[in-house]
């Protein structure tokens, strides 16, 4: 009965360490990140699909500061099936210092996930963001699309890391003008 215990305790012990893990194992958030650099519009270039962004196109994330020092995440999209524009708007905050951008968001109350830039240009114009699984990973940019040459670097990068960018969604940014 004890090793039982033991066992069950370690389970939990792990569960509960692995349920707060922000970033996949291996992979690095940025360094000598500046939020204040980061703030502001980027559009979803390409995205790993999941259920909250299914058959969205169009889409955009806004972050901005809020008072208590969180940023606040807007993200928009249209979606092809309701024929309608979705919001969410969500907060993050930093996992440690802010000089490194891992983050963790919520838009559901005290639920949060992964928020993880694992590459980004010099002038902020271009990011690749991880969750906290290899299942989520978003290209992002400030305009709506990306040189070829950014673009064959993060799938490189990503691939490199264990990610599968087979399964990338790329974002039509152009379909309702």
Avoid: H
């Avoid at 650099?37 to 962004?53: H, P, T």
């Amino acid at each position: 009965m004890e090793k039982f215990l033991k066992v069950i305790v370690t389970l939990l012990v792990v569960a509960i360490v692995s349920a707060c893990e922000t970033i996949p194992s291996g992979v690095e958030a940025v360094s000598g990140f500046d939020k204040a650099n980061y703030l502001g519009k980027w559009y979803e270039i390409a995205r790993m699909d999941f259920r909250f962004e299914k058959n969205m196109i169009n889409t955009t994330a806004n972050y901005s500061l809020n008072e208590d020092g969180t940023i606040k995440v807007l993200n928009k999209g249209y979606d092809t099936l309701s024929g309608e524009w979705r919001e969410a708007e969500g907060k993050a905050k930093f996992v440690g210092a802010d000089s490194v951008a891992m983050l963790k968001v919520s838009f559901f109350g005290p639920f949060y996930g992964g928020y993880n830039v694992i590459a980004l240009d010099n002038d902020y114009r271009y990011a690749l963001v991880s969750g906290d699984e290899r299942s989520y990973l978003w290209i992002l940019s400030r305009e709506k699309t990306i040189p070829n040459t950014v673009r064959q670097n993060y799938l490189s990068l990503a691939d490199s890391l264990g990610y599968d960018t087979t399964a990338l969604v790329w974002v039509n940014q152009n379909a309702l003008e």
